[in-house]
């Protein structure tokens, strides 16, 4: 059974909202304040759909740090204590590492290649 969530988040200097604000000749790590900025949504998003959308369950109560990496990218260690055990079986339901069939979800494997998969 599991009780506590560990996870991890990390800012992608190639998250559309990021790019298409580049000026020309522009890299994301000129923009500190824009990769900041659009972390600090995206990790708002994804803590309310922990929390209020409640997708892995009812949270007893969360906590989470930000910092900045070397490579000047902000990420975010999360702990989540649920209301209710999970079991084991149900885990597979949420995570996985595998990489969709492309011709079963295009588009599913194009974000999972693109945003997922480091290096060639």
Sequence with gaps: MVDRIC??????????EIQQ???????????????A?????KHKTIM???????IFGE?????HTIEWQKRGL??????????DSLHVHRVDDFISAE??????????FCIVTKQMVHGP
């Design 37 to 41: 900025r659009v972390f600090h949504q």
């Design 21 to 35: 604000e580049l000026f020309v000749g522009q890299k994301p790590q000129d923009r500190h304040n824009l990769m």
């Design 99 to 108: 990489i969709p069939n492309p011709q079963e979800d295009p588009g599913l």
């Design 59 to 63: 949270v007893k109560c969360h906590m």
């Design 7 to 16: 996870s991890s988040f990390t800012c992608n200097p190639n998250w559309t």
């Design 74 to 83: 902000p990420h975010a260690h999360i702990l989540i204590w649920l209301k």
């Design 48 to 54: 309310n759909l922990i929390t209020k959308a409640k």
